[in-house]
T-cell receptor
Framework: DVKVTQSSRYLVKRTGEKVFLECVQD?????MFWYRQDPGLGLRLIYF???????EKGDIPEGYSVSREKKERFSLILESASTNQTSMYLC??????????????FGPGTRLTVT | EDQVTQSPEALRLQEGESSSLNCSYT??????LFWYRQDPGKGPEFLFT?????EEKEKERLKATLTKKESFLHITAPKPEDSATYLC???????????WGAGTKLIIKP
């Protein structure tokens, strides 16, 4: 079974703090993704990575950065947390097959509250 | 603009009452359509991938179908444990990012 783990289930941070969210997958997947999920808006892609040290912006990258130093690990960084970044953060991974469609597998999520 | 719309937003059924959830999409070429189940406070769990119109897939009480404009998730004789939010996502030919619908919250009453 694919397993995607996230470093925290719940996190409370203060405005202006630097926040690190970590994600680890154990299936040797090439692709990794960070989403945020807010009620009524569906999942929105923040960043994704298709290889070590490679990253691409998603739909809402502002205020976030990412790091992928090892294939199994993908970190999301909130440089200076703000209250509008309060959300559920979901990490996902998928294998790469050129030209094919493959499903993404998700971690349990991190509920981040910024006060 | 590529778009995915799910309806209804919420659906309440009695145990054993069959129904369908809808996912309509407009994309520039469909590469694949995904259905996921999400329980409260958890990450989405993959259910099905559909690739072309006419395709159907089944898993226990769930059956997913696909046309050129929409997909249906049919639930037959549901049980309370089927209560969850069901998410639909589409991959367009133009790239490999997924476009997500907002989900349908399904509640099955015993």
């Amino acid at each position: 079974d694919v397993k995607v783990t996230q470093s925290s289930r719940y996190l409370v941070k203060r405005t202006g703090e630097k926040v690190f969210l970590e994600c680890v997958q154990d299936m040797d997947h090439e692709n990794m993704f960070w989403y945020r999920q807010d009620p009524g808006l569906g999942l929105r892609l923040i960043y994704f990575s298709y290889d070590v040290k490679m990253k691409e912006k998603g739909d809402i990258p502002e205020g976030y950065s990412v790091s992928r130093e090892k294939k199994e690990r993908f970190s999301l960084i909130l440089e200076s947390a703000s209250t509008n970044q309060t959300s559920m953060y979901l990490c996902a991974s998928s294998s790469y097959t050129r030209g094919a469609t493959v499903e993404q597998y998700f971690g349990p999520g991190t509920r981040l509250t910024v006060t | 603009e590529d778009q995915v719309t799910q309806s209804p937003e919420a659906l309440r059924l009695q145990e054993g009452e069959s129904s369908s959830l809808n996912c309509s999409y407009t994309v520039s070429g469909l590469r694949g359509l995904f259905w996921y189940r999400q329980d409260p406070g958890k990450g989405p769990e993959f259910l099905f991938t559909l690739y072309s119109a006419g395709e159907e897939k089944e898993k226990e009480r769930l059956k997913a179908t696909l046309t050129k404009k929409e997909s249906f998730l049919h639930i037959t004789a549901p049980k309370p444990e089927d209560s969850a939010t069901y998410l639909c996502a589409v991959q367009a030919n133009s790239n490999y990012q997924l476009i997500w619908g907002a989900g349908t919250k399904l509640i099955i009453k015993p």
